[in-house]
Nanobody, 120 residues
Framework: QVQLVESGGGLVQAGGSLRLSCAAS????????MTWYRQAPGKQRDLVAS???????SYADSVKDRFTISRDNAKNTVDLQMDNLKPEDTAVYYC??????????????WGQGTQVTVSS
């Protein structure tokens, strides 16, 4: 029905930048909330940033002023610009979207995850 594909992870030195992207495809009518989560080894999955359909954003305190979430409603994509990366940002990053499909059913969909590794 709906698929999410992430890209943009990788290895970067502390202080560097990465940009993650997540694209949704399938039987999509509209997408309300787009969210990035991350999960470090042995830890729970935590919310990083979210953005509503009208562009209202929210960030975890640990990434405020370093990460920027944005979306393109026409393309059904969400990006996460990550600047001044720190070793503690190392994790698998997942996007999640609250999708209303063409049958007017609302469901949450997850991407497959992309690894971000920040070296000190």
């Amino acid at each position: 029905q709906v698929q999410l594909v992430e890209s943009g992870g990788g290895l970067v030195q502390a202080g560097g930048s990465l940009r993650l992207s997540c694209a949704a495809s399938g039987r999509i009518d509209s997408i309300y909330l787009m969210t990035w989560y991350r999960q470090a080894p042995g830890k729970q999955r935590d919310l990083v940033a979210s953005i509503t359909s009208i562009g209202r954003t929210s960030y975890a305190d640990s990434v405020k002023d370093r990460f920027t979430i944005s979306r393109d409603n026409a393309k059904n994509t969400v990006d996460l610009q990550m600047d001044n990366l720190k070793p503690e940002d190392t994790a698998v990053y997942y996007c999640k979207m609250n999708v209303r499909d063409t049958a007017f059913s609302n469901n949450d969909y997850w991407g497959q995850g992309t690894q971000v590794t920040v070296s000190s």
